[in-house]
């Protein structure tokens, strides 16, 4: 999770943007929800509070929306990825995210993919690459430079791999989306 | 070479840097990510001619640098919180004898009740030890500092604490520019100790001294201070020639001229009171900022200078002294001995409370209209703490305070932190 913001940051950073992240320094405990963010800008960021109002939320429990209010703060229209096999309305969101923009909204089978490329349940790095494609806010070359900043052989390798099958697959259901707009 | 890393390890490079020759640490959070950082580059070769001890104590750390400065090598070291606490004879002794180490306090709230998160009551409770205290905005500023306090250190035999907010910066990421090795090799010339334990030509150090002498030798660490003022501004200016950027100095205003208000504070809180003025200046609020850099020693001109033309000044600091109120707020008080300026103390961000914006909003406008007390807890929780006082009012054995509070919080606390 903390990886993943700083991840993103380096991305940010790869594409000449100023980025900060910082986890929420909650308990460290293993298991324990942990809350990590990130700032992207044009300009220094000199602000040091935690980020209470989101434009982007990234959930990578989902089993965390029956325990705490992770919508707390998110701006309307936000975008909302959510790491899990079901559809938002499968996880019992289709009245909160009833108004929201279609393009704004993705679920992704992060853990799989991890599992497929890297040979671990490590959902971070396609829930990041999922992120960009779907924000359209970074390309996928920033987020493989993240990633061989982070890791090395093998596992950066299988990273790239599943950062790029989860970009693509974003992006492949972006079109469809924008498809379906322009035929309604 | 601009990078986009975290403020731990922004620190660990920039202290390899600098060449070190010992580094002995005993890990706490949220220290822990530095010392590994050079721990691993020691080992890797990265860092050469460097000996890195694990030691079993952050006491044992603090004797070992004293050791190892002593016999005339470069010394780095980092603690935070109770680590800091534990080694406290031994820091006062570095001080004392006038050694020239390098520390880095993450800083963390002092327990009980025991808290990991961030404010200042670690360093500032060493506050008298003797040692330098310089308090770092960002992390590229932590950075800097760390090369500056090794060349300000040596040049004075006097240890040097840099102080970076726990969490805050050290687990940040964000961008710095890392200097190269040949730029802090010109600004950093090797060590040359002014006291040295050398077999080839033998000393003491660490005499005993009765009442004929203690006051001089006391004396002559206030003077080194004193000193310090006029070395670390010089250092400041030696720096940004070299690397080109403002980083370090004594203390930094902000948007002060025609300033009514000025909010004081020191580290990386500085940042969102910058955001908050810069959004009252936009309403037309005469409002600015000072940054206090060198907490020790304390700059009272430069600070009076700063201030003389303020309506009033409202000190923001992360910690308190328990019985009285500020700290820092005292020192501002002092610099302003004479003039007439309202003052306000502000204790905030203790144990790790956010300090929003928002926050700051309600807090300054307050000040601006002199609708403050004297001294004021930022976004205390006044049910919680009449709660308890009820609590105790009603019941002899009303149990543990920590216990109840938390009970009464509940599941909120988790709330707080989703």
């Known amino acids: ?184 | 070479m601009l990078k986009q890393i975290e403020g731990s390890h922004a620190v660990a490079e920039a202290v390899a840097l600098c060449r070190p020759e010992v580094i002995c640490a005993y890990p706490i959070s949220p220290q822990t990510h530095i010392v590994e950082g050079i721990g691993e580059m020691v080992k890797s070769g990265e860092v050469k001619n460097c000996e890195f001890i694990n030691v079993e104590s952050e006491f044992a750390a603090m004797s070992v640098a004293i050791g190892s400065s002593a016999a005339g090598a470069r010394t780095y070291t980092a603690t935070a919180s109770q680590g800091l606490l534990f080694m406290v004879e031994a820091v006062y002794n570095a001080s004392g004898l006038g050694l020239p180490i390098v520390m880095t306090v993450a800083n963390r709230a002092i327990g009980a009740p025991i808290n990991i998160w961030n404010d200042h009551s670690d360093s500032i409770s060493q506050r008298d030890s003797g040692w330098i205290q310089l308090f770092a905005e960002t992390n590229q500023e932590a950075l800097d500092l760390h090369i500056q306090a090794f060349k300000l250190a040596e040049e004075l035999s006097l240890p040097v604490m840099v102080c970076m907010d726990g969490f805050i910066l050290t687990h940040a990421y964000e961008r710095v520019d890392m200097p190269t090795q040949e730029q802090v090799d010109a600004f950093l010339p090797p060590y040359e100790p002014r006291q040295v334990l050398d077999p080839a030509d033998p000393v003491s150090i660490g005499a005993m001294v009765g009442p004929e002498a203690f006051a001089e030798v006391r004396y002559l660490e206030h003077e080194k201070q004193m000193r310090a003022l006029e070395l670390i501004p010089r250092i400041a200016d030696e720096f940004k020639a070299g690397f080109g950027r403002d980083s370090g100095g004594l203390v930094r205003g902000y948007r002060l001229d025609d300033a009514e208000t000025v909010i004081v504070a020191m580290g990386s809180l500085l940042g969102t009171i910058k955001d908050t003025v810069d959004e009252m200046r936009a309403a037309g609020v005469k409002i600015g900022v000072l940054g206090v850099i060198s907490f020790r020693p304390f700059p009272l001109a430069e600070v009076r200078a700063a201030l003389k033309g303020a309506k009033r000044v409202v000190v923001v600091e992360k910690t308190f002294a328990v019985g009285i109120g500020g700290i820092l707020a005292t020192d501002i008080r002092t610099a302003m001995d004479g003039i007439s300026i309202l003052d306000y103390t502000v204790v905030a961000g203790l144990g790790g409370r956010p300090i929003t914006k928002k926050s700051l909003h309600a807090l300054f406008d307050k000040a601006v209209h002199d609708d403050l007390p004297a001294l004021t807890f930022l976004d205390l929780d006044w049910n919680i703490v009449n709660k308890q006082l009820e609590r105790e009012r009603q019941k002899r054995r009303s149990g543990p305070v920590a216990e109840n509070i938390l009970r009464d919080v509940g599941s909120s606390h988790v709330a707080q932190h989703s």
């Open chain 1, 1 to 184: 999770m903390v990886t993943a913001a700083e991840m993103l940051s380096i991305a940010a950073f790869e594409e000449g943007h100023h980025a900060q992240a910082f986890p929420s320094f909650g308990s460290e405990r293993t298991g324990a929800p942990v809350v990590a963010f990130c700032r992207i800008s044009d300009h220094e960021i000199r602000l040091r509070e935690p980020i209470m109002n989101p434009d982007a939320l990234i959930i990578q429990d989902p089993t965390l929306l029956r325990q705490v209010d992770v919508f707390a703060g998110l701006k309307k229209d936000g975008f909302i990825l959510i790491n899990t096999k079901n559809t938002f309305e499968e996880l019992g969101l289709e009245d909160y995210v009833r108004d929201w923009p279609a393009n704004r909204l993705c679920t992704l089978a992060a853990i799989d993919l991890g599992l497929k490329h890297v040979g671990r349940p490590v959902p971070n790095v396609p829930l990041l690459a999922g992120f960009a494609a779907l924000s359209g806010k970074l390309e996928l070359e920033s987020v493989c430079k993240a990633i061989n900043a982070k890791f090395s052989g093998k596992v950066a390798q299988g990273n790239i791999a599943a950062a790029t099958e989860a970009f693509n697959l974003v992006l492949a259901r972006a079109k469809d989306l924008s498809k379906e707009a322009a035929n309604a």
